[in-house]
């Protein structure tokens, strides 16, 4: 009878668990994507954003929130079934938050097409879905397990850093200043802006001692990490900015030397999605 008792607490407890890292997950969804679902730019890209490049993007988004669901997911994952399970519910979470906060704004109405609705909630789906995820690491108090003692593959260190990366531009991809700035920009101006990007990126992860940051051993060469983690995650970010700015059709007609810029541009944000990505998860 007591250990009848005692598994029943076991499963309520794991229940109850589950249930706060759903509200944590609607409210990370609130805070990390809610500049998005009140730009404009985001808006009207739900309506005229081709329909192969918003399913792309869904389809590149669904990997990423596993990877992230099997390293902090609503609750510890030992399975990547229960990864890919977490996964979905995070982009449930995403699409009921949409919904909710467009249609308290008035942005989504039953007036409007069900393909521009369907748009516009798909294409804010991915913030928020990542934002769901990401809020056991941001809002949680942990579980238990230590997530810095965790041994994590070079893969997966590129992964981390491609969804930091990708959450970053989402922000800024979709809005006219990327080109604007682009246009400004001289040659000189975009040399500055590479070393600037690869300087922070190096620096907030292994030289200003954040919490989460790297630490090189002392009998390792200061270069190694350059070579192996800042340079790749450089290369993942300006990578990730260049699909960004290909979804939401940024380019139009510019020349190719604009093209560069506006990915020289990107990426220096991306690149500090990236590098914030290897610091809090």
Known sequence: MPEQTSSVEAEEGEAGGFVTGLARGIAGALFLALPMLMTMEMWYLGFYIARERLLLLLLVNIPLLVLLAHRIGFEETFTWREAFRDATIAYGIGI????????????????????????????????????????????????????????????????????????????????????????????????????????????????????????LQPETPWWHAFVRFTLPGYIVALSVSLFALWIFESFGDSSATEMLHSLIVLGFPASLGAAAARLIL
């Open 96 to 215: 009921l938050t949409s919904a909710v906060v467009l249609a308290a704004l008035g942005i989504v109405g039953r007036d409007m097409p069900a393909s521009e609705i369907a748009g516009k909630l798909a294409l804010q789906s991915v913030p928020a879905s990542i934002g769901a995820m990401l809020a056991r690491s941001q809002l949680g108090q942990g579980t238990g397990q230590d997530d810095d003692e965790r041994e994590t593959p070079y893969h997966t260190e590129l992964l981390l850093m491609a969804t930091g990366a990708l959450f970053v531009s989402l922000n800024i991809a979709p809005t006219e200043e990327i080109m604007v700035l682009a246009y400004k920009m001289t040659a000189w101006h975009a040399m500055a802006v590479i070393l600037l990007s690869i300087g922070l990126m190096h620096g907030f992860v292994y030289a200003v001692s954040f919490i989460g940051g790297h630490e």
